[in-house]
């Protein structure tokens, strides 16, 4: 017998839009009423979709659980039951609180279970030994608080379970807008989730629960994308499509001069982190400049990098110096003005440290470039010295050609708030920084987020093994490479991200993800610019 050739009912290949559960919840009304079908029809198809999911990732399960909550999300569970009933799988499901409560849509997949013959039973203590698969259908998308405590317990009795487990739509406990988990949320092995991606699936907490994601559109997305508004943009590999062919006639001058400006005293493998990146990214030249007792081991490391000692010198004081100004006023020497004049790029702050030399460095270089609208791309320490310079928390309209990649403390920092408060909503953290600091944020962790305040696009790719030291200084260099050779701001942040994402994944691929070193990723970032032109051939 020929393989059967049907599409199947969802897909691996994510969609490149995101959305808030709001928007998907209203869309999915339109879009039903568009295709002239019913939302029982949606449930049906849903619950459908992950029973075929089911299926194909178990093909050998003779027993399933199926936890059940009140609303439509259980109403999905319901039907991936009633499917297993007739593909003769033994069902135990599980319903919390009173299922005679159900209305609507719910309450017609219930009654089809108990037609099949399927029973309903409330949450016993312990899971069956005997269960393959676990469904997850408790919550779904609506919540937005933690989980009440009937709910709680039975999350953590299934965490604490072997099964594998399919959530439906969203693991129960992650809020579906932003992905922070309040208390707890079921850790699924897979999710499956229906008509458009929700934008809490793909960041921050939920990068820990969702699994290996998977998406359906019902047969009714392309409804559903014309009338209803993205949150965000989802990155994948053929973005790196975009990247430019380099010209024949190319020369190290035509493809930009990166000025590094960072490494003090102990902290010279940043400043070679960013540097190296940013050759290893396509950039012509590269001069760093550093605190004197860094030069030497910079240049050991980097020989093709330019590195200069970053002397500050101290102004004299004069009558009239301190008639203007209390305090005299520190300048850079003649030989690093001379660098930062020479450079069509700046990565600063990389290993720059807290210390007047490094306040002097920061703001002497943030003013030039500044003044000059130099794209440049901020980063650690630089990050700090932006934050102590923002006294009225709005943008002052200077950082516009500035690319700023803060990691969640970082962020905090620059907005006066704790680190949880920008967790708890990583998209509204990542637009009050444009707001008050202009350019381009990318706000780092999981699912990185990069916005200019009107687009936000997630980084979906990158993996656990990149949370080790030096990690964002190879992102900085990434991203300066790219401005260096002419990308804008937005695109070099966004294709850097991406570069930088993926070349951690092809080292965790090759090698494993624990024990990956931020330099790991100096040749990967080499073999992803240069593979991305083989995806369009």
Not at 122 to 150: K, W
Not at 228 to 233: D, N, P, V
Not at 306 to 329: D, F, G, N, Q
Not at 442 to 464: D, F, M, Q, R
Request: proline share 3%; charged share 15%.
């Amino acid at each position: 017998m020929p393989k059967s050739t049907a599409k199947p009912k969802y897909i691996r290949a994510l969609p490149n839009k995101v959305y808030s559960a709001e928007s998907v919840k209203f869309g999915e009304k339109q879009a039903a009423s568009h295709a002239g079908i019913e939302l029982y029809t949606l449930m049906q198809r849903a619950g459908g979709a992950a029973f075929e999911l089911l299926k194909d990732r178990y093909p050998r399960l003779t027993h399933i659980l199926v936890c059940c909550g009140k609303g439509n999300n259980g109403g999905d569970g319901y039907i991936v039951a009633a499917n297993a009933l007739q593909e003769n799988i033994s069902v135990t499901l599980w319903h919390v609180g009173d299922p005679n409560s159900l209305t609507g849509d719910a309450q017609r997949a219930k009654l089809m279970f108990l037609q099949l013959g399927g029973d309903i039973h409330a949450p016993g203590n312990q899971i069956p030994d005997d269960v393959d698969v676990i469904i997850d259908a408790l919550l779904g998308t609506g919540l937005t608080g933690p989980p009440r405590p009937y709910y709680s317990h039975l999350i953590d009795r299934i965490n604490q379970s072997s099964a594998p487990v399919i959530a439906i739509d969203i693991p129960s406990g992650v809020n579906a807008n932003t992905g922070y988990v309040d208390h707890n949320a079921i850790e699924a092995t897979h999710t499956i989730t229906f008509i458009g991606i929700k934008s809490g699936l793909v960041t921050g907490s939920a990068r820990q629960y969702v699994g290996e994601l998977f998406f359906s559109g019902l047969q009714v997305n392309h409804y559903f994308d014309n009338v209803t508004q993205a949150a965000g943009q989802l990155t994948s590999r053929q973005w790196l499509s975009y990247l430019r062919s380099r010209r024949k006639d190319a020369h190290k001058g035509s493809n930009g001069k990166v000025v590094v400006i960072g490494g003090d005293n102990g902290m010279s493998g940043a400043a070679f982190l960013a540097s190296a990146s940013a050759l290893r990214t396509g950039a012509g030249l590269v001069a760093t400049v550093s605190h004197a007792d860094s030069v030497n081991a910079i240049r050991s490391l980097l020989p093709e990098a330019m590195v200069i000692e970053a002397t500050v010198i101290e102004a004299m004081a004069t009558e009239a110096t301190l008639i203007e100004s209390i305090a005299t006023k520190a300048t850079l020497s003649d030989a690093v003005t001379e660098r930062l004049s020479w450079a069509s790029v700046a990565c600063i702050g990389v290993g720059l440290g807290r210390n007047d030399w490094s306040k002097t460095l920061f703001e002497q270089a943030e003013s030039f470039f500044s003044d000059r609208h130099i794209p440049r791309v901020l980063d650690a320490d630089a990050l700090y010295w932006l934050s102590s310079q923002n006294h009225h928390g709005k943008f002052d309209g200077v950082g516009s050609s500035r690319i700023l990649t803060p990691h969640p403390g970082e962020a905090a920092t620059l907005l006066g708030v704790s680190t949880d408060t920008i967790e708890k909503d990583r998209y509204k953290a990542s637009r009050q920084l444009v707001e008050r600091y202009g350019g381009v944020v990318v706000l780092k962790g999981a699912g990185t987020l990069i916005t200019n305040g009107e687009i936000t696009v997630i980084c979906h790719a990158g993996n656990p093994g990149m949370a080790t030291g030096g990690m964002g200084d190879v992102l900085s260099g990434t991203i300066a490479g790219l401005l260096a050779q002419g990308y804008a701001t937005f695109d070099a942040a966004v294709l850097g991200t991406l570069i930088h994402s993926l070349a951690g994944d092809d080292s965790a691929n090759e090698c494993g993800s624990i024990g990956m070193m931020a330099s790991d990723l100096l040749p990967y970032l080499r073999k992803t610019v240069n593979t991305a032109h083989s995806l369009t051939s």
